[in-house]
């Protein structure tokens, strides 16, 4: 039995309603806004400033680089950035990037993209590849890797002068993502064979992270 005091409140407050609190009531779940990416390529005359003007604008419109390649082609100044934002951000942006394109002459493109995907069925490797300047060599080295399904994720060269001799000479770095159904000791000894048919030094190693 109940106590006579306990009995006297619940006769008391039994038509008393109070609030219902639920989890989400009492911490209410804000969910941030989707990321979405976009790929943005400039090119313009190389010139003091062209890095800050396009970071400026990306910053203004509340968007973050995610990735970026920048170097200078011959007279030319060439940049491709990976931007992430909200859709607002990227819409600010094509409007802004349009403004500027105008106003400094600058060749500017934008593509919508999404982020990529891990690859757990590849594995990367580095390739270095020095030799005497010659036509075809990027499109050699490409044609052996696409033949054997081996995706090419980073490509640069680079035309410099021998040290002592003064010789024309090449280099390629290159990252690729070989599928894991190849056997590396096998394609590390054909492509080597190719580098020593066209009198490429090469090295062919792991990517080390």
Known sequence: MLPENIKGLRGKYRYLK?????LASAHPVEFAPMKQHIVIS???????????????????????ISESRMTSLG????????????WHTLAKLEGEF?????????????RRT????????M????????????????????GFFAQRGVDI???????????????????VQMIVNVPSRLHIGVLREEF?????????????????S
């Open 18 to 22: 109070c609030p219902r609190y639920t």
């Open 42 to 64: 400039a090119v313009g005359g190389d010139r003091v400033g062209m890095v800050h003007e396009l970071s400026k604008a990306i910053a203004d419109c509340g968007g973050s």
């Open 75 to 86: 007279n030319e100044f060439a940049m491709l950035l990976l931007v992430n934002g909200n």
């Open 98 to 110: 349009k403004k500027l394109a105008d106003a400094t002459g600058m060749n500017i493109q934008l």
């Open 114 to 121: 999404e982020e990529r995907s891990a690859r757990n069925d």
């Open 123 to 142: 594995l990367p490797y580095s390739i270095d590849v020095v030799c005497l300047d010659q036509t075809g060599i990027v499109a050699g080295l490409s």
């Open 153 to 171: 994720a980073e490509l640069s060269t680079r035309s410099y002068a021998a040290a002592h001799t003064g010789a024309p000479m090449f280099s």
């Open 192 to 208: 080597m064979d190719f580098c020593d048919h066209l009198n490429l030094d090469a090295i062919f190693e792991p990517v080390k």
